[in-house]
């Protein structure tokens, strides 16, 4: 099995920048592609950014996010981390981690194509 946990949610000004942390444990394998989703009330669930962490680290946008997020990982705390910058009122809502297998599941950032997923932290943008 795989655990997520995230943290670093929090309020922000438009802007502003926030870092989120999401720390797995499990096995490694199942944690081979790693993302960050969100959503905003009465809103779908989306992907923002993907990293697939085998054979060189490969990282997925969303275009809205381009430029100004980033996602990287601590393979030494076994931690995703989602650095946003230049926050927007549009980024707010609950932001997840999520692991997956597969690579597709990173190049897709389809919520069905991934199988663990955290318990959320909520990201407030507003001035």
């Known amino acids: 099995q795989v655990q997520l946990v995230e943290s670093g949610g929090g309020s922000a000004q438009p802007g502003g920048s926030l870092r989120l942390s999401c720390v797995a444990s499990?096995?490694?394998?199942?944690?081979?592609?790693m993302g960050w989703f969100r959503q905003a009330p009465g809103k779908e669930r989306e992907g923002v950014a993907s990293?697939?962490?085998?054979?060189?680290?490969?990282?997925f946008y969303r275009d809205s996010v381009k430029g100004r997020f980033t996602i990287s990982q601590d393979n030494s705390k076994n931690t995703l981390y989602l650095q946003m910058n230049s926050l927007k009122p549009e980024d707010s809502g609950a932001y997840y981690c999520?692991?997956?297998?597969?690579?597709?599941?990173?190049?897709?950032?389809?919520?069905?194509?991934?199988?663990?997923w955290g318990q959320g932290t909520e990201v407030a943008v507003s001035s």
């Open positions: 999520a692991a997956d297998t597969t690579y597709g599941a990173c190049s897709s950032r389809r919520e069905s194509d991934f199988e663990y």
């Open positions: 499990g096995e490694n394998h199942k944690r081979a592609c």
């Open positions: 990293l697939y962490r085998f054979g060189g680290e490969t990282t």
